[in-house]
């Protein structure tokens, strides 16, 4: 998947806060080079870095009204959160890590279960052609052997699917459906919030570095994002338009502080992609269309289970920042607008959320990985086809012996 950013500074040259000890080394050292959203912001950090604390304060409250006045020319005041994510229609769900770990483990507990069962027919047939190949005879028994083999192969054996239709095409597809994936997101945008999205705000196809799907520059003015695979390219924007709308709310912190300021500045960073995530989240919970939407895709359990598990974390905090929407969601039963909402109401990390993260981090490691568990599947389907192939030249080995006995015999 493509990676979800807004610039993210470096850390600067300020102690990390004390939660940043655990983080992986490249934590605090995202590439400061091309993800500046602009060469003032640049001169500001270097500035900052150069005259030290006593500098800071003066710095950080002239940045901060500039970017401000920047903000509120475009989105409007910052006293009320105009944009916030509204309530879903009820019943519209999504599914947490937890959950979808969960199901994982039934699936693969009955997956084993069912591949066992399987392992053990095909030992029962094993032992059936054993005793053939001693007696060589009793070639009626061989044909049900032979019959008992192909159906055990049938199943290990995934009937061809349908011809799958290229990202290309399905790109297209979505483009007719919806129109251009700038005006749905844009329509997405004002069903979610009740709000269109400012006139002033623009979308600019950017050729940007392939590990960065999009960001957001200029203060949420300009939207920036490669266009590519359609559904990819909803997520991204919608996800650089809920770093926006962030940025109005009262509590946010990190887009007014100039970076690697402030001991808070990384919780806030992790708060604002937790937000702009729930925020996609939220919004996409208005798709329609179940093929766009399963394309789109809930959040990225994949990149949790990277962080969880003590991956690398080289997303500029989007592995670590969806841990906590997740964990959010998950507070909040599953409503992703409710999610938003609460993820925001504070400057600081909601206690729960972050016991929620450390529960999932310890579902993992005491079981195993949903890739391991794939893994293992997988490991265990290849051997038991193996093993069912090699039953089939048994049989078929067996029958040519006793057919030429057979013949021999009939002399
Ligand atoms: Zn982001």
């Not at 049938?154 to 459906?177: G, K, N, V, Y």
Request: glycine content about 6%; overall charge negative.
């Amino acid at each position: 998947m493509s990676t979800l950013s807004r610039p993210i500074p470096s850390a600067g040259p300020f102690p990390a806060p004390a939660e940043q000890r655990d983080a992986p080394a490249s934590e605090a050292s995202a590439p400061l080079e091309a993800s500046l959203p602009s060469r003032g912001i640049r001169r500001t950090a270097a500035i900052a870095a150069l005259v030290g604390v006593a500098g800071i304060f003066g710095v950080d409250s002239s940045y901060r009204s500039s970017r401000s006045q920047e903000y509120e020319a475009t989105w409007g005041s910052l006293s009320m959160p105009a944009f916030t994510p509204q309530d879903l229609t009820p019943g519209v769900m999504s599914k947490t890590f937890a959950q979808s770990l969960l199901e994982q483990r039934e699936r693969y507990a009955a997956r084993m279960d069912f591949l066992s069962g399987l392992s053990q027919e095909t030992d029962r047939l094993s032992e059936k052609i054993s005793a053939l190949e001693k007696n060589r005879s009793g070639i009626h028994e061989i044909s049900a052997i032979q019959q008992e083999t192909d159906r055990i192969r049938t199943i290990l054996r995934p009937a061809s699917s349908a011809p799958l239709i290229s990202s290309a095409e399905l790109s297209a597809q979505f483009e007719a459906t919806h129109g251009d994936v700038v005006s749905y997101a844009k329509e997405l945008f004002h069903r979610v919030t009740g709000k269109q999205v400012p006139s002033s705000v623009v979308f600019t196809d950017s050729q940007l570095r392939t590990d960065r799907g999009g960001e957001i520059e200029n203060f949420s003015q300009n939207v920036r994002y490669t266009k590519g695979e359609y559904a990819a390219n909803l997520r991204t924007i919608l996800h650089e338009l809920g770093h926006a709308v962030y940025l109005g709310s009262e509590t946010n912190e990190s887009g007014w502080v100039p970076f690697g300021l402030g001991a808070s500045t990384r919780n806030s960073m992790l708060l604002e992609e937790c937000a702009a995530e729930l925020f996609y989240l939220a919004a996409a919970s208005y798709i329609e269309d179940p093929l766009l939407r399963k394309e789109t895709g809930p959040l990225d359990s994949e990149r949790i289970q990277d962080w969880l598990t003590g991956a690398p974390d080289t997303s500029h905090h989007h592995n670590e920042g969806f841990s906590l929407s997740d964990a959010y969601l998950e507070l909040a039963g599953g409503n992703a607008s409710a999610a938003y909402r609460m993820a925001t109401a504070s400057t600081s990390i909601d206690p729960r959320a972050l016991a929620i993260v450390e529960r999932n981090r310890e579902m993992l490691r005491t079981g195993l990985s949903p890739t391991e568990m794939s893994e293992r599947m997988l490991a265990a389907h290849s051997q038991l086809l193996k093993t069912v192939d090699a039953l089939a030249e048994r049989t078929s080995a067996l029958t040519r012996t006793q057919a030429l006995s057979k013949a021999d015999g009939d002399k």
